[in-house]
Each structure stands twice: as structure tokens, then as C-alpha cells.
């Protein structure tokens, strides 16, 4: 299996000017002797960004001997997919990860494994089970790509239940966005608050919370309490209870007749 190979971009430096300044060739160092450093990548978004992307996005951000670990690892997974005895070659990798990629391409690494293997709930949930803290939000983020129905929403209620912020924020995902129900998903949200999780993790936020009120109430009882206690109440928290009070979107109507009856409730006389 062969994987396309990214080379970085190199970003040009800023060019000083003004009245007696001298340009500057891109990279040349600066008068003092420095070099400006190139602006930092945005962080990659494993859980949202479609594998083959996440892929080419990674393999520009990893020096050559990561690149070539990472081309390795991926094609042991797609060779030996599933699980092959009591621990697969690619639940190896994913303890490597860290190490061989850094910690900040680490999550992109795993969850890349994870999709080349084709890992099917009870995999991911074995990995999840027996897995590092790393390892289980690397899972969390591969839901979306390899979990097409509700059947790991255990994993996402379990990561809700700990401490954990990475994980908080990990289990909040699209997959989170699809599959949890109103109650479920109303008590994440909370679970965001009291952990300082940033509601902009929260996929599909927007979407979901206009005009629920239920989550509005809870919303502001849970205000109350930090008021009552002298705590202040989170922006997020007013921000996400204006929209809970708004009047939901009202869903489209069809230009197609969902009957064909006279009588406008559909009903036949």
C-alpha cells in the first residue's frame, strides 16, 4: 500500500518596511542575526477532517523518519485489519505514536491506524478499554469515520463521566453531534461547563441547542447556583442559553403532498 508523501510548504517571513528599511529576502535573518520564526500550522481536527486529508495534512507536518514510521504502521494495518490474535500489529503502533510522531500529530497518527485497520466497534471499544488516556481519545475521534450507527455511544457516555478536559472535549465530537439523545447530550453540554470544556468544542452546538428549552432551564438553574455560591457564570453559558430560548427552526416544508387525501390532516373520512 503506498502513501502519497507531502512535502512542508515553507512559509515566507514577513518583509520590514518603512522609510529607510532595506527589503528583505524571504528567510534571509533579520539584522540582529535572527531568523522569524514561521507562523504555526492551525491544529488538525482528526475527528471532522476526512482520513485522506488528515493523511495529507500529516505527512506535511512529520519530519521524514516520522513520515516513513507513519507509511509503515498504515501498511501493517491495511495488511493485518481487524483483530489477529490477542493484540493486533496496529494496536502496537498506536502505544508508538506519541513517541514517533510527537504529541501534537499523535491523535492524527492513531486515528489514521484505526481507519487503515478498519476497526469496528469492538475493537475500538477493546483499544478504548485497555487503552492509555492518549489512546481512548484517539478512539473517541475515529468514531465519526468508522461508526456509522449508535452502537459506541458506551464509549462517548464513558468519557463524559470522568474528569478528563482532552477527553471531555474528544467525546463532544461529531459522533457525540449524531448519536446522543436530547437528555444525554443536554448533560454533555453541562459536563463542558463544570469541567471548563469551551462550548466551541461541541459539534453542531448551534444546531441543537436552538430552541430547547429544557436545556435552557437547565442552563439557568445551573447559573443560579454559581451566582447563589458567589462563582462566576461562564459566557459560554449565557451565550448557549440566548440560543436555547430562541424559537427553533422551523423544519422545511416539501413541495411534494405527503397525501393525497382532501382533508387537511391527512386523514380519510
Not at 76 to 87: R, S
Not at 157 to 166: H, K, M, Q
Not at 199 to 212: E, I, S
Not at 217 to 227: I, K
Request: charge should be negative; aromatic fraction near 2%.
Amino acid at each position: 500500500m503506498n502513501h502519497p508523501h507531502a512535502t512542508p510548504a515553507t512559509p515566507e517571513a514577513a518583509t520590514p518596511s518603512g522609510p529607510g528599511v532595506a527589503p528583505r529576502p524571504p528567510g534571509n535573518p533579520a539584522a540582529d542575526g535572527t531568523t522569524p520564526a514561521a507562523p504555526a500550522a492551525a491544529p488538525i481536527n482528526p475527528a471532522v477532517t476526512p482520513p485522506a486529508e488528515l493523511h495529507r495534512l500529516l505527512s506535511a507536518r512529520l519530519d521524514a523518519a516520522a513520515r516513513a514510521w507513519l507509511d509503515r504502521a498504515l501498511d501493517e494495518a491495511a495488511a493485518h485489519p481487524g483483530t489477529h490474535g490477542p493484540i493486533s500489529v496496529w494496536e502496537l503502533r498506536l502505544a508508538e505514536a506519541g513517541r514517533r510522531c510527537g504529541g501534537a500529530h499523535a491523535d492524527a497518527a492513531r486515528v489514521l491506524i484505526l481507519h487503515t485497520a478498519r476497526a469496528g466497534t469492538e475493537e475500538l471499544a477493546r483499544v478504548y478499554d485497555q487503552g492509555t488516556a492518549d489512546e481512548r481519545r484517539a478512539v473517541l475521534h475515529a468514531l465519526p469515520h468508522l461508526v456509522p450507527g449508535p452502537d459506541a455511544r458506551p464509549l462517548v457516555e464513558d468519557a463524559l463521566r470522568v474528569n478528563d478536559t482532552r477527553l471531555v472535549a474528544a467525546a463532544v465530537g461529531p459522533y457525540c453531534a449524531r448519536h446522543l439523545d436530547a437528555h444525554a447530550w443536554r448533560h454533555a453540554v453541562l459536563k463542558c461547563l463544570f469541567t471548563g470544556v469551551a462550548l466551541d468544542r461541541v459539534t453542531d452546538l448551534a444546531r441543537r441547542a436552538r430552541g430547547d428549552g429544557e436545556l435552557a432551564r437547565m442552563l439557568g438553574d445551573y447559573a443560579d447556583e454559581r451566582t447563589a455560591a458567589g462563582r462566576p457564570v461562564p459566557e459560554d453559558l449565557h451565550r448557549v442559553r440566548a440560543l436555547a430560548l430562541a424559537p427553533a427552526e422551523p423544519a422545511p416544508v416539501s413541495s411534494t403532498p405527503s397525501h393525497t387525501t382532501d382533508d387537511p390532516h391527512g386523514k380519510e373520512s
